[in-house]
């Protein structure tokens, strides 16, 4: 099994900046490689909907609401992925989940792959 769990979340006032850290963790064995990692958000009464995803590449995706705003890295040693977020606005505010796609973990007699797994979410609030 993948753990993800997101920290970094929180309280910031319009303009201001916050950065969400999101690991990836094996529950038994190791993970391998993680084919992409990304960040999602939902709002009060809205659907989950893009971020940002970093599949390694060295063209990360933005959805054009945090372009130019949000930058997402990634540790790839670490199975860890961030999103740095700048010049926060209230619209900001949403639940953040951590994404990984293409994740292959076990031991190297057994391997599994998983299509996708989410963390729980961490809470960002943008006071206006």
């Known amino acids: 099994q993948v753990q993800l769990v997101e920290s970094g979340g929180g309280l910031a006032q319009a303009g201001g900046s916050l950065k969400l850290s999101c690991t990836a963790s094996?529950?038994?064995?190791?993970?391998?490689?993680?084919?992409?990692m990304g960040w999602y958000r939902q709002a009060p009464g809205n659907e989950r909907e893009f971020v940002a995803t970093d599949s390694g590449d060295g063209y990360p995706q933005y959805a054009e609401s945090v372009t130019g705003r949000f930058i997402i890295s990634r540790d790839k040693l670490k199975n860890e992925v961030y999103l740095q977020m700048s010049d926060l606005k209230p619209e900001d505010t949403a639940v953040y989940y951590c994404s990984a796609k293409g994740v292959a973990v076990g031991t190297l007699s057994a391997i599994d792959t998983y299509s996708e797994r989410w963390g729980q979410g961490t809470l960002v609030t943008v006071a206006s």
């Open positions: 094996a529950t038994s064995g190791k993970i391998f490689s993680i084919t992409e």
